[in-house]
């Protein structure tokens, strides 16, 4: 049994797959937020409750909202900033008592897509998160790619791309710069957006809804969000030239992403042509913790 967690901002979910990947159980629960020893006995209690369920104990994999530094192993690059600098690994295998393997929850992503997912059959994955932040993690052959650094995939927190003087410096961001990506093209930048023209806080999907009636600001803020996302994966296009591009979070569930990306996209890379397919995950928001549980896939 392949047992998988996705230890997220908001919530914990773990899930139990069968070694062809057929979904034995899943719990989800809120995330103690901010209380690192409180996230870790979660972690612990709900893979007891998993291995309870199904009667068996089972290889643990866990995704977390960073990465950990190569040498040491503490928590690095966050956005739930009560990891950084925390023994996360060492940890949690003295809670469980068992070997685990842990991974950024973007490269889960991209692992779960990569392995049965929209980038099954596909060597090089691009997986791409559009959520409350925005991120990203590499699949080579099935398999998480992190580099040297643990780095790769860290895409929303590079600058934006061929900034207009009304995009500089950029507004400040989590980890100490100005005008990252995450800044721009999250579902929070999106809002952030829309809200600095009409004073009020609407949700994504409420903005989506006035684009489709017609409303001429929502679809100017709709056109920009485009425009940013496409000039931040034009940079990974013409770097990487992955097979194919997987998004997820909450803005891939937007159906006009897929019409108007492809085009805008196309103009800012550097080729003449753009064939790179660009495609909603397969998983939903449950990718991450069945890539989670596929880091003992193969032993």
């Known amino acids: 049994m392949l047992i998988g967690i996705d ?13 062809n990947g057929r979904e034995l159980a899943r719990i989800r629960q809120d995330t103690p937020r901010h209380d690192y ?36 192993r503490l928590g690095k690059g966050a956005s739930s900033t009560w990891l950084l600098g925390r023994p996360v690994e060492r ?26 997912g929209a980038g099954a059959g596909h060597n090089v994955v691009f997986a ?4 409350s932040g925005a991120g990203a ?12 650094n643990n780095s ?9 791309p061929f900034p207009t003087i009304h995009e500089l410096p950029g507004t400040p961001c989590y980890c100490g710069k100005h005008g990252c990506l995450e800044t721009w093209v999250s579902g929070r930048a999106f809002e952030a957006d829309y809200a600095r023209h009409t004073g009020t806080q609407t949700p994504a999907r409420l903005v989506m809804e006035k684009v489709r009636e ?6 100017l803020v709709w056109q920009r969000y485009i425009d940013r996302v496409a000039r931040g994966l034009s940079v990974v296009v013409n770097t990487l030239d992955p097979d194919i591009l997987v998004m997820g979070g909450g803005m891939s569930n937007v159906p006009e992403l897929y019409e108007a990306l492809p085009p805008r996209l196309a103009h800012y890379t550097f080729s003449t042509v753009f064939h790179t397919p660009i495609a909603q995950s397969r998983h939903g928001d449950s990718s991450g ?4 549980a596929w880091l003992w896939k193969d032993g």
């Not at 008592?97 to 490269?107: K, P, S, T, Y």
């Not at 913790?289 to 989670?292: E, L, M, S």
């Open 91 to 116: 940890d949690l295998t003295e809670r469980l008592g068992r070997a685990l393997r842990v991974e950024n929850d973007a490269d889960c992503l991209a692992a779960s897509e990569a392995v049965d």
């Open 137 to 148: 993690g590499i699949a080579v052959g099935g398999r998480a790619h992190h580099g040297p």
């Open 37 to 72: 020893d409180g996230c870790i006995t979660a972690i612990g209690g709900i893979i007891a409750r998993l291995e309870a369920e199904c009667g068996t104990s089972g290889t643990v994999g866990i995704g977390i909202p960073g990465s950990l530094e190569p040498h040491s």
């Open 289 to 292: 913790v069945r890539g989670a």
């Open 152 to 160: 790769a995939g860290e895409w929303g927190h590079n600058p934006l």
């Open 128 to 131: 791409v998160i559009l959520g």
């Open 7 to 19: 230890w997220g901002g908001t919530k914990i979910e773990g899930i139990a797959l069968s070694p």
């Open 214 to 219: 017609g409303d001429r600001l929502a679809g």
